[in-house]
């Protein structure tokens, strides 16, 4: 089954079971979906989905430290739960540990030892980004990354 079946099949799931939380989310990936392959004429594979569903999750997690700013515990609670909701549908996310292994292989493929400081930073988050994507977020990446130069 496609991710765009599962999202077709969870969402008539969610209305059945009235989970107005899921069935909202669902209903807006979708539609970032449908609107991506609206604008750019083409249909989107599994791998596509999966883009455009983490770029939701980084969307409601930018939004996230406004609202607890603000002092909008409830907005940051639906966020969370929406959040939540569309981890299902992305691949597993890598753990540091993880991470960490691959910044330093992409390192000595490089030539790139660790402590060499931020010229370097660049270069190796550029080889390291393709390696993990989908399955890490980019700010998991800088952490570790300037870590691992430091």
């Known amino acids: 089954m496609s991710l765009k079946d599962k999202l077709a099949a969870d969402f008539k799931e969610a209305m059945k079971a009235h989970d107005e939380v899921r069935k909202n ?9 449908k609107q991506y392959e609206v604008d750019n004429r083409k249909e989107l594979d599994d791998q596509g989905i999966i883009e455009i569903l983490t770029k939701q999750v980084k969307m409601r997690k930018d939004a996230l430290s406004d609202f607890e700013k603000a002092g909008r515990t409830d907005l940051a609670e639906a966020y969370n739960k929406e959040i939540e909701v569309l981890m299902t549908y992305l691949p597993e996310q890598m753990t540091e540990a993880e991470i960490a292994e ?3 292989q992409t390192a000595a493929d490089l030539g790139i030892e660790g402590g060499s400081g ?11 980004m393709p390696k993990v994507k989908g399955r890490a977020d980019g700010g998991a990446v ?5 870590e691992f130069l430091a």
């Open 118 to 128: 931020k010229p370097n930073f660049g270069k190796l988050m550029g080889a390291v």
């Open 25 to 33: 989310t669902v209903n807006l990936a979708r539609a970032a979906v």
């Open 142 to 146: 800088k952490k570790v990354l300037e």
């Open 102 to 104: 691959i910044v330093k």
